[in-house]
Each structure stands twice: as structure tokens, then as C-alpha cells.
T-cell receptor
């Protein structure tokens, strides 16, 4: 079974600065995807960024980028130029392509962006 | 595109009654839908996976007779909490996987808050 660990329950960052959220996972699979989801106070889950394990290049989406270290099974999220609207819970998630596309979520990191 | 709705968004019921939650994919056909449960300040826990036209697959520890899942069409899955008890109070979230294309992405509904008195 896969496990996903987010070691930072809470983090804070000043507006306009950069913050990195950590995520590690454990799997014996080679064909998988990794995701970061954002859950704002509305509780709607929003996909932030995705990474395919077979791609070595780190995914980027505007102010969001990841540092994917496959050998270390690490998948951190970097948020640049933090905005007040980035305040939310962030969940790292793992999907095994051979297991019915089920998502396994980490415990989450609560991010507070301070003005 | 890829919008998933849930109804109702909030429901309060008495202990012992049954509650049905609907999950609909509005602009795509969902071959697979997933049901999650989220307790306050916790992560999402997968309850079950439902495939259109077949029986749902439940995760370990989830009572299939208590949480009835029906996926009767490619756009609708329902979760019925039977004989609800206060400990069933939680936030229930569904997601839908679109068949074909980038089929590994799940699209989430806005969730349903269930309170059992």
C-alpha cells in the first residue's frame, strides 16, 4: 500500500514571499502520478499541479512549481510570490496508474499567507 | 469543463434515518466515481470506488450495508447513509474520473456536510 506523508501540519508565509511545502511518499510502483490539491475554506478541492513519474522535468504552473526527486520519493511544492488567496489546506496525493486511479492523500498542510 | 456537482450541500437528519447524497458530472461522462469522507481538520479518506453499471468497491473498514453506493449512469452516483448515527456526521466529497484522454485526473464535487442529530 502506498503512503503519503506531509510533515508540516501548518506553515505561514508573508505575502509576496516564497514558501515550500514538503511531501514524501512510499511506493514500489514505477508508473504513477503525483498531485498537489488546494482546499480553501469553501472546501472545494482544486488541482494545483500534477507530475507524471516518468517525466524527469519538474512541473510548473505559473507561481506553482514542484521539486520531484523520484529516487528520494519526495515531491515538494513551491509557491512563489505568495498571495492572500493562497491561504488554504494543501494536500499531496499519489495515484497508482495500475490501481484503478485511486488517490491516496497526505495529511495536509495548512498554509496561512500573512499580509 | 469538467464540473462535478453534489446535492445537497448540507443536510441535517435525525438519528436512525437515511440520507441520500447525489454526485453528478455535469459536462462529461464519468466511468468511475469516488466517495471520500473528511473529518474536521483531517485529510480525505477514500470510502469506495464506483464504476458505472457494477457494484462499488469499498475500502477496508467501510460498511457496505451502511453506505450504499449506486452508479446507475455515466453522470450520476449516489451515496446513501442508512440508519444514520451521530458518528456518521462528516463532510462527504465525491470525485469523478473522465473516461478517455487524460483519464487519470479526478474532478471533485463541492462536498456535502452531513449532521446527524
Amino acid at each position: 500500500a502506498q503512503t503519503v506523508t506531509q510533515s508540516q501540519p501548518e506553515m505561514s508565509v508573508q505575502e509576496a514571499e516564497t514558501v515550500t511545502l514538503s511531501c514524501t511518499y512510499d511506493t514500489s510502483e514505477n508508473n504513477y502520478y503525483l498531485f498537489w490539491y488546494k482546499q480553501p475554506p469553501s472546501r472545494q478541492m482544486i488541482l494545483v499541479i500534477r507530475q507524471e513519474a516518468y517525466k524527469q522535468q519538474n512541473a510548473t504552473e505559473n507561481r506553482f512549481s514542484v521539486n520531484f526527486q523520484k529516487a528520494a520519493k519526495s515531491f515538494s511544492l513551491k509557491i512563489s510570490d505568495s498571495q492572500l488567496g493562497d491561504t488554504a489546506m494543501y494536500f499531496c496525493a499519489f495515484m497508482d496508474n495500475n490501481a484503478g486511479n485511486m488517490l491516496t492523500f497526505g495529511g495536509g498542510t495548512r498554509l496561512m499567507v500573512k499580509p | 469543463g469538467a464540473v462535478v456537482s453534489q446535492h445537497p450541500s448540507r443536510v441535517i437528519c435525525k438519528s436512525g434515518t437515511s440520507v441520500k447524497i447525489e454526485c453528478r458530472s455535469l459536462d462529461f461522462q464519468a466511468t468511475t466515481m469516488f466517495w471520500y469522507r473528511q473529518f474536521p481538520k483531517q485529510s480525505l479518506m477514500l470510502m469506495a470506488t464506483s464504476n458505472e453499471g457494477s457494484k462499488a468497491t469499498y475500502e477496508q473498514g467501510v460498511e457496505k450495508d451502511k453506505f450504499l453506493i449506486n452508479h446507475a449512469s455515466l453522470t450520476l452516483s449516489t451515496l446513501t447513509v442508512t440508519s444514520a448515527h451521530p458518528e456518521d456526521s462528516s463532510f462527504y466529497i465525491c470525485s469523478a474520473r473522465r473516461g478517455g484522454g487524460r483519464s487519470n485526473e479526478q474532478f471533485f464535487g463541492p462536498g456535502t456536510r452531513l449532521t446527524v442529530l
